[in-house]
């Protein structure tokens, strides 16, 4: 860069081509170079937190559900993780690989959705429409399961609400075949496309000192060289029965530099480890029930006695999302804050993107995978003094900033 050339401010968003979901980026320039920049998420505040607060534990689990219509399977079992540590339900071990199929699942489908999502980035269109036509084998495969496409509905407090029968293990086995064929396809065309590998390759680097300083999780962290998965770390459902390692950039490119081509590396390798991931879960699968308790009244009556906090913790797609939740002899929650892997990684845009140049803020935006949906807090704080803004107070809010644009 020059320091003949005057900086100038680009403001990107709220609604732009580098992200599906609105946030405000305001870049300052040299030339074509970004010199320093800041982001305002907040855009799609859905008082979810709120919601729940006043709905009991069993109704909270379809709420969480609708936090993110990618990952609702993560925020859901994180939620319920939460709660069974405090009411002490103990989870039936078949429940705990169904658990763990739909999560493998949720995890392949949302990493070729973003897989589509960065290739149309880079303007390779024909390789979104390939990623996106695959995707929708996993999407077909839980239909079957939960009867759902999204919302799933199938994590419920105490196990889950369907079983995985013995007739649907043929049509499971066909879907994971066709994806182990299809990923060597993916593999090449994402990783030794001699475009995709020049836009990616040293774009967008955090180094494993930066991502660890930043707090980063999942992909993007492992990306960096951070061997960190809950799945792991501390392992949760049918995970610790489970033959897997951690995946890392350097088992596919022999290195690891950090950068966009890497956060393409782990995404699709995690897709093959899923597919394993579900065929042990179905050649092992114990028999038994998937519900603690099948009378909803009792899991309520539980619940209702419960007394004490905990954190609910999974590796969601996008990495750790977890749940804390207070009960206090309630119906309700006494508390519940829900912290989205998002949140962790979005602060990683401010390293990732400095020096970099204009034409790459989009696939340097995606390469987090951020989901704004799931991240999105509103904290009012003035004077001092800090204020909780209802449904009302929002709707009040929306139709005074309207009057006042329209001049009324």
């Given at each position: 860069m020059s320091d003949s050339k005057p900086s100038y401010n680009i403001p990107l968003g709220p609604i732009h081509p580098a992200l599906k979901e609105p946030i405000l980026f305001t870049f300052k320039i040299n030339g074509e170079v970004v010199e320093d920049l800041d982001f305002a998420p907040g855009k799609v505040h859905r008082g979810i937190e709120w919601m729940?607060?006043?709905?009991?534990?069993?109704?909270?689990?379809?709420?969480?559900?609708?936090?993110?219509?990618?990952?609702?399977?993560?925020?859901?079992?994180?939620?319920?993780?939460a709660i069974e540590q405090i009411a002490e339900i103990e989870v039936p071990e078949?429940?705990?690989y169904v658990r763990t199929i739909v999560a493998e699942l949720e995890r392949i489908q949302s990493h070729l959705l973003w897989a589509g999502v960065a290739a149309h980035e880079l303007g390779f269109d024909t390789l979104f429409?390939?990623?996106?036509?695959?995707?929708?084998?996993?999407?077909?495969?839980?239909?079957?399961?939960?009867?759902?496409?999204?919302?799933?509905?199938?994590?419920?407090?105490?196990?889950?609400?369907?079983?995985?029968?013995?007739?649907?293990?043929?049509?499971?086995?066909?879907?994971?075949?066709?994806?182990?064929?299809?990923?060597g396809k993916l593999l090449k065309l994402f990783l030794e496309d001699a475009s995709i590998r020049v836009?990616?390759?040293?774009?967008?680097?955090?180094?494993?000192?930066?991502?660890?300083?930043?707090?980063?999780?999942?992909?993007?962290?492992?990306?960096?060289?951070?061997?960190?998965?809950v799945r792991l770390d501390a392992p949760y459902a049918a995970y610790g029965d489970l033959d897997f390692t951690m995946v890392l950039p350097d088992q596919y490119a022999g290195e690891i530099r950090g950068d966009v081509y890497?956060?393409?590396?782990?995404?699709?390798?995690?897709?093959?480890?899923?597919?394993?991931?579900?065929?042990?879960?179905?050649d092992n699968m114990p028999p038994g029930e998937v519900m603690w308790e099948t009378k909803y009244a009792k899991i309520l009556a539980t619940c209702k006695k419960a007394e004490g906090e905990a954190f609910g913790r999974v590796e969601a797609p996008r990495g750790e999302c977890f749940h804390y939740v207070r009960m206090n002899k309630s119906e309700k929650p006494e508390a519940w804050?829900?912290?989205?892997?998002?949140?962790?990684?979005?602060?990683?845009?401010?390293?990732?993107?400095?020096?970099?140049?204009?034409?790459d803020i989009p696939i340097i935006v995606a390469s987090i995978d951020p989901c704004m949906s799931c991240t999105d807090r509103v904290a009012v704080v003035k004077d001092g003094t800090s204020a909780i803004l209802t449904k009302q107070d929002l709707h009040r809010l929306s139709v005074e900033k309207t009057r006042r644009i329209q001049g009324c």
């Open positions: 729940g607060m006043r709905r009991n534990p069993v109704q909270i689990a379809h709420l969480c559900d609708r936090i993110c219509g990618i990952c609702g399977v993560s925020h859901t079992m994180a939620f319920c993780r078949r429940a705990h429409h390939l990623a996106w036509r695959v995707r929708e084998d996993a999407m077909d495969l839980l239909e079957l399961i939960t009867g759902n496409r999204v919302n799933y509905g199938i994590i419920q407090v105490g196990g889950v609400r369907r079983d995985v029968t013995v007739d649907q293990f043929p049509k499971i086995n066909e879907t994971l075949a066709a994806y182990e064929d299809v990923a836009r990616c390759r040293d774009t967008g680097v955090m180094t494993r000192q930066q991502a660890l300083e930043l707090c980063t999780v999942g992909p993007t962290s492992r990306a960096s060289g951070l061997e960190m998965d890497d956060r393409i590396i782990v995404r699709l390798l995690e897709v093959v480890q899923s597919i394993s991931i579900i065929r042990q879960c179905i804050k829900v912290k989205a892997s998002t949140y962790s990684n979005q602060m990683s845009w401010l390293t990732m993107l400095k020096n970099e140049q204009i034409a």
